[in-house]
């Protein structure tokens, strides 16, 4: 399947890196568990099952000892994600980021409080606990919400996916978080992209990922042209407020405070899509550093490290690189997503990427 920018659905600006994916940022893994199970009507606790989970891994290390600075931001607060505050205080990530559904947030939270117990034994005995980080959007117009069905083996399975992955190519559309979700009224899911800053400043790396569950139809704009009010869905259902979670990752040597100031710019990226963050939509980002670890047990008080002191000059770059970033993963997100059926016959179709794409480039023409 094409993605946007091969389908002419990505405006110009910064280029893309090599995979136009997140792991671009060198150390990034993305893995997914996906669960598609059952069809019919709807049997609360017992399917059908159209959902998943999506691990982030800032590193390939041990993230609880060699934590990375980190921020969190809140666009719009209607959401259930865990582990935010310790983040906000202390500005570090040291477990990875899981995104999920709604209801299934304490059974993902508590499989990576135990995965991390398992790779450091000390957690809770010789040492501090753990903060895990989950990020969740409501998948229950096609999923059997109330079955809670991502377990333990689910969120170990696509931690091994990270792992396995090597800081690959990074799967979108219906896939781990992403299975159940839409957006404008289409399908939608998980969706990624990247931009490469240019020499004067730095050359650095900016990612994003996507849970993407938002928007109306008729709200769907790209590179400028209303979208949502030529091509709609099959069906009278306009899609609703939903949520989104956003990931951003970058090998700039940023600290917690710089980190925080990425997340208003990605509220930019969803603007440009048509969103208006409307008051039942979750929308939150997660951004992140791996330029520098900050061990557990420190060998001393201080170290030397590298930071940004010009931040005019950076800024300049980035901020415009994560707008343009998080809009081309949500439309890489709805290019890859297929027709999907879940529960009760509710149906999302797919994007039609063809007709969309004539209709932009009549537009640009």
Not at 145 to 161: D, I, M, N, T
Not at 185 to 198: I, N, Q
Not at 262 to 272: D, E, F, N, T, Y
Request: charged share 15%; glycine share 14%.
């Amino acid at each position: 399947m094409p993605r946007a920018r091969e389908l002419g659905l990505v405006g110009p600006g910064l280029p893309p890196g090599p995979l136009n994916a997140i792991t671009d940022v060198a150390g990034v893994l993305v893995g997914h568990a996906t669960l598609i199970a059952g069809e019919g009507a709807l049997r609360p606790g017992h399917g059908p099952v159209r959902t998943g989970v999506t691990v982030i891994r800032p590193h390939g290390g041990n993230l609880f000892r060699d934590k990375v600075p980190a921020a969190v931001y809140t666009l719009n607060g209607y959401g259930k994600p865990l582990g935010f505050e310790q983040v906000r205080e202390l500005g570090l990530l040291e477990a990875p980021i899981a995104l999920t559904n709604t209801l299934n947030v304490g059974l993902v939270a508590d499989a990576l409080v135990q995965a991390a117990i398992e790779a450091s034994p000390e957690i809770g005995i010789t040492t501090s606990s753990v903060n895990v980080v989950v990020g969740e959007t409501n998948d229950g117009y096609l999923n059997d919400l109330q079955g809670r069905h991502v377990r333990a083996e689910h969120v170990r399975a696509a931690l091994a996916s990270a792992a396995s992955a090597a800081g690959g190519p990074v799967a979108e559309g219906s896939v781990g978080a992403g299975t159940g979700t839409s957006a404008f009224g289409w399908k939608a899911g998980m969706g990624t992209a990247s931009r490469v800053l240019p020499p004067q400043a730095g050359g650095y790396t900016l990612g994003a990922l996507v849970q993407a569950n938002f928007g109306r139809a008729a709200q769907l704009t790209i590179r400028g042209v209303p979208v949502g009010q030529v091509i709609t869905p099959p069906r009278d259902d306009p899609g609703g407020p939903g949520s989104v979670m956003i990931v951003l990752a970058t090998d700039a040597p940023l600290d917690a405070r710089q980190l925080g100031r990425l997340g208003p710019r990605a509220g930019v990226g969803l603007a440009r899509l048509g969103s208006t963050l409307d008051h039942g939509s979750g929308d939150f980002v997660i951004a992140f550093s791996p330029a520098a670890t900050v061990p557990h047990t420190p060998p001393a008080l201080t170290e030397q490290r590298a930071v940004v002191v010009d931040e005019a000059r950076l800024t300049k770059w980035l901020f415009p690189a994560v707008a343009e970033a998080v809009e081309e993963a949500v439309l890489n997100a709805l290019c890859a997503a297929e027709n999907m059926v879940g529960r009760d016959g509710h149906v999302r179709h797919a994007l039609p990427v063809g007709e969309v794409a004539r209709l932009v480039a009549a537009h640009q023409a």
